[in-house]
């Protein structure tokens, strides 16, 4: 009888007791041993909770990473991009098309945040054997193991809805014929992990330089207020919320600039991020720079997942020009935000692109319309010229992946003030966000004070990989019953609209046919809202899990 994949991956878990790490990010590779002779000393436990934690991104592998950016291809916001390579990966989600069972990036997500999970499992039932001088450090690793496989758990229940819960390392026998839990199932082992870590993990001002980069109180609040959001638990949302608030842990940066600046990783404003350097022995930078950057430039990107002229008129519809800025590049620019060698870059990327590309004008910024969909790239992801490491390669970017920050908190706060009808709080902490960029103050109410909050996250949080399920979650104020997505996507949907009509869509995307300008013309609100179950994970189980609805 065939076994699920649940159980290889816990085997690869097993395999990863084989690593130490001297410090937080600096690794060497010791002898193998196995679970049984391993734990046994505070620094074999050290060493596999690094584990747990480069379970993340598994050590910055672009397939890994990709998924996000796949999700924001599912919404309004970006365009799978690259016209020159295959899109097969992304097409048939980022599409609509009905046949994302086995689409490879999916696959690759669900397999490895299993094995982050059981990395988890096996830190929180071994830790505690290990003899630890110091029995809080004990408990603080536990914490954090907890801390990450809740934050694992989100990522699944969010995508997928129910999946199978496992919580502890499952043997074959254990593992056959295993089923999904609910939803509200997951979503409760997702609350309490956080509510555990957060009861035992110091906050981001107790730790030691260098322990920068894991798990807090504030980041384990964070993510369960979120996940209370996610569920419209709004009173116990904003309660949580407004702890990391009072804790006075994180501020807005000043200059939204450096929020996403490779120069101020771990700044004020993050509550949690991958950890990323230049290091060619380990790969552990971030691959996103490098897959999501500019393919005609001087150092080649990839060019997948590009800004979508949607949301640049977002941003100048709201007359938003400091973060449009610091948010999409876009072919033509005669400056790039931040970027101090502007006059250096285009010198040399005319030099190096120029005889290919007869479009091209010397002195400015080119994208080249032929390769990208929309002639556009993120801002958020680029790396200014001369901070480049030497070697420009996926796996070696060292600018950490922000994965929650304080603007997130302070607008899922409003939210949930809005929606119990304290809105003077809402207000309050949606202003706090527009006035960083030089925005008016809000003073309405009710459903208006509601769309602000909603467009306030798209332009704040663009191209951070929250589009995609703020729009899913979202009620629509028009159309009560249905979700917000489905106002943007499907045949009548105001992005399929926009784009496939000549007199209303870019000229660049319009133009750019190797990828369809309908995308998101074949949404269906009855299959959409979820990600297909992995196709082969059905199969290996000889259907014990099922698939969501609508997906064959």
């Known amino acids: 009888m065939k076994k699920t994949f649940l159980y ?63 999700t924001d291809m599912c919404s309004d916001d970006m365009w799978m991009g690259n016209l020159s390579q295959s899109q097969g990966d992304y097409y048939s989600l980022a599409h609509y098309q009905g046949v994302g069972q086995s689409n490879g990036p999916l696959n690759n997500y669900w397999m490895h945040r299993y ?36 934050y694992f758990y989100f990522d699944l229940v969010r995508n997928f809805g129910g999946v199978p819960i496992v919580n502890d390392f499952m043997m074959p026998e254990d593992v056959e014929g295993i089923t ?56 116990e949302a904003a309660t949580i919320l407004k702890q990391v608030i009072d804790s006075k842990q994180y501020e807005l940066m000043e200059d ?46 990839w060019a997948w997942g590009l800004p979508t002229s949607d949301l640049e008129q977002a941003f100048i519809d709201e007359g938003d020009y400091e973060r449009l800025r610091w948010t999409i590049i876009k072919t033509g620019a005669t400056e790039i935000a931040g970027e101090d060698d502007f006059a250096e870059l285009v010198a040399d990327q005319y030099a190096a692109q120029s005889n290919q590309h007869s479009d091209m004008i010397e002195g400015t910024y080119y994208i080249s319309p032929d390769v990208h969909k929309s002639a556009r790239v ?13 070697k420009w390669s996926q796996d070696f970017i060292p600018l950490d992946i922000r994965l929650l920050r304080y603007a997130d908190i302070l607008l899922l706060y409003a939210e949930a003030c ?34 602000a909050i909603r467009t306030e996250r798209r332009l704040e949080l663009a191209l951070e990989y929250n589009r995609l399920y703020d729009i899913r979650r979202w009620e629509s104020i028009k159309n009560p019953g249905h979700k917000v997505i489905a106002e943007i996507l499907g045949p009548n949907g105001s992005f399929v609209k926009r784009n496939t009509n000549v007199l209303t869509a870019d000229p660049y995307e319009y133009a750019a ?8 013309s074949t949404f269906d609100e009855s299959r959409d809202l979820l990600f297909p179950i992995p196709l082969y994970e059905i199969e290996h189980s000889n259907g014990s899990i099922t698939q969501n609805p609508g997906w064959n």
Not at 190 to 198: H, L, T
Request: proline share 2%; charged share 20%.
């Open 256 to 301: 939204f600039g450096d929020v996403w600046n490779v120069d101020t990783n771990n700044n004020k404003e993050s509550l949690f991020e991958i950890q990323t350097t230049f290091n060619e022995t380990y790969a552990l930078g971030n691959a996103l720079s490098v897959v999501s950057a500019n393919r005609t430039e001087v150092n080649d990107g």
């Open 513 to 520: 046919t190797k990828e369809p300008s309908d995308k998101g």
């Open 418 to 451: 809005n929606e119990l009808g304290n809105d003077s709080e809402a207000q309050w902490a949606l202003n706090q966000v527009r006035n960083r960029v030089g925005r008016d103050n809000v003073t309405s109410t009710g459903n208006t004070l509601k769309q």
């Open 8 to 70: 290889l991956a816990a085997l690869a878990t097993a395999a990863s007791a084989t690593i130490a790490c001297d410090d937080f990010l600096e690794e060497t590779v010791n002898g193998q041993q196995t679970l049984d002779s391993y734990f046994v000393t505070e620094d074999e436990a050290t060493s596999y909770l690094n584990g747990c934690y480069n379970a993340l991104t598994f050590y910055g592998w672009w397939q890994i990473q990709n998924f996000w950016i796949m």
């Open 378 to 390: 993120s801002r958020k992801l680029y790396i200014p010229y001369k901070k480049r490491p030497s």
């Open 115 to 150: 094995k982050g999970i059981l990395s988890c499992n096996v830190a929180i039932n071994r830790i505690p054997n290990a003899h630890f001088q110091d029995t809080q450090k004990q408990e603080r690793f536990i914490a954090e193991a907890k801390f990450l496989r809740g």
């Open 180 to 235: 999904r839990s609910s939803a509200s199932e997951v979503w409760a082992l997702v609350e309490q992990d956080f509510r555990d870590a957060a009861a035992v993990l110091p906050e981001r001002s107790q730790y030691p330089s260098s322990d920068l980069g894991r798990a807090t109180k504030g980041a384990a609040l964070g993510y369960l207020g979120k996940s209370l959001v996610y569920q419209e638990k709004w009173q």
